[in-house]
């Protein structure tokens, strides 16, 4: 059976960008992202996730390690915004064309400005999801960063006093 292709494969092939496609039960419920990386087979410094923020009207999309959290000022600042709070889930759909779990930095309804934490650059492939549960999509994090005109930024909290 042919596999069902989501924007942000259709937009990679487009662009003749290599990618791998993973895919993973979902049946138990575990899509968060470090049970994800164990069902793929990789550690949870290759595995990303989307978050996406907001400062009123304008969204922003981060692309984060999986078992790490977004520091929202590290995050408002490589923004350039004044202050920015995580999107509703509730809104995620109707802004991106993604799920919670599903969310793509690639293929959304419209190219939000979009930064990667800079630990991605160490990694020869990144896995980010493939546009729906079930299933992530490993390509280079350089081949990322030019599909989604991205930026590498740290954004992730440090476990230092703060």
Known sequence: ????????????????????????????????????????????????????AHQGASLYVFVIPVAEELDLKNAARAAGA????????????????????GCSPIGMKKLYPTFIDSSAEAQ???AVSA???GCQMELAPGQLAAQTKARFTPLIKTHAAE
Do not use: C, W
């Not at 259709?10 to 419920?29: F, S, T």
């Not at 004044?82 to 779990?101: A, D, F």
């Open 1 to 52: 059976m042919a596999e069902t292709k989501t924007n942000a494969m259709r937009m990679l092939e487009r662009a003749k960008v290599p990618y791998r496609i993973h895919h993973y039960d979902n049946e138990d419920g575990q899509i968060h992202g470090e049970a994800v990386a164990v069902k793929i087979g990789k550690q949870p410094n290759q595995v990303f996730k989307t978050l996406v």
């Open 82 to 101: 004044k202050k920015i709070e995580m999107l509703p889930v509730k809104e995620l759909l109707q802004s991106t064309g993604y799920v919670r779990g």
């Open 124 to 126: 020869d492939t990144i």
């Open 131 to 133: 546009g729906k549960i």
